[in-house]
């Protein structure tokens, strides 16, 4: 029961956080290995999409119905996300992403400084492109982040957050509501995977779905209500810890 309730709330924070800026996987993922290290890591995998890919879909809703989500940008990048997720999945069983793990906090390092540098960054919503070529880079976006997601997989909400402000001139908060809908599918992939090789704790799943849903709920209101001005500070704030946290693993665990 006490695992439980400690998965619950886990659940609830990384809901609360995932629909902000991304990230959630750095509460959820850890809190799941802690309270059950002795089930197969596939399991516990598979066990955190369940409850992220409900969780994401829910802040996915909930921005649709108060945010203008770029639905040209969003499908073509969903698309290819949940196409290229089962690839990058299919190539991590072939070949380890040892290399990813030590570049990771460097790429991170130079988001957050850049972000950081740019003060009027994600500030306004001014869409930098139109039919084709929107399509065009929103499927080299979807694809390679999708790909990414399926092969290593921390930071990606945050990834998708600053691509879309960055190279898609969107605001943080259209940004963010973009990056849910991509999320989806790349979860979606990843969830088909696991189920198909038996890697999922559903009672489990569901149970910490809910609370997932709950603080994605939360947290989605709150970067609606709050603009994209808070979507920037808790982006700086969870990429600086995504760079300690990715840091560690990769040199000093």
């Known amino acids: 029961m006490l695992d ?14 995932d629909a902000v800026v991304g990230g959630g996987g750095l509460i959820q993922i850890p809190a799941l290995f802690s309270v059950m290290p002795n089930t197969v890591p596939a399991s516990l995998l598979g066990t955190n999409k369940v409850a992220s890919i409900l969780g994401t879909g829910a802040a996915a809703v909930n921005y ?7 639905w040209s940008t969003a499908a073509p990048a969903a698309l290819a ?3 290229l997720a089962f ?5 991590v069983t072939h070949i380890p992403p040892d290399f990813m793990r030590k570049l990771l906090p460097f790429i991170l390092l130079a988001v957050v400084l850049y972000t950081f540098r740019k003060k009027d960054f994600g500030s306004i919503h001014a869409p930098l492109h139109a039919g084709g070529k929107e399509r065009l880079f929103a499927v080299l976006v979807g694809g390679g982040i999708g790909f990414y997601d399926g092969f290593f997989g921390p930071g990606t909400g945050s990834f998708l957050v600053f691509v879309f402000v960055r190279f898609f001139g969107f605001d943080f908060l259209g940004a963010s509501a973009v990056a849910k809908v991509v999320n989806v599918a790349c979860n979606l992939a990843a969830l088909l995977w696991f189920g198909y ?6 009672p489990l799943g569901l149970a910490m779905a809910v609370f997932n849903i709950a603080g994605s709920l939360v947290g989605s209101r709150l970067a609606i209500r709050h603009g994209s001005a808070f979507v920037r500070r808790i982006f700086l704030l969870v990429v600086t ?10 040199f000093l665990k």
């Open 4 to 17: 439980y309730f400690l998965l619950s709330v886990a659940a609830f924070l990384a809901g609360l956080i």
């Open 64 to 70: 649709a119905r108060r945010v203008r989500i770029a």
């Open 81 to 83: 996300a949940f196409a």
């Open 87 to 91: 690839i990058g999945a299919y190539t």
């Open 197 to 202: 090789s038996g890697h999922v704790l559903w």
């Open 241 to 250: 810890i995504l760079i300690l946290k990715s840091t560690y693993d990769a």
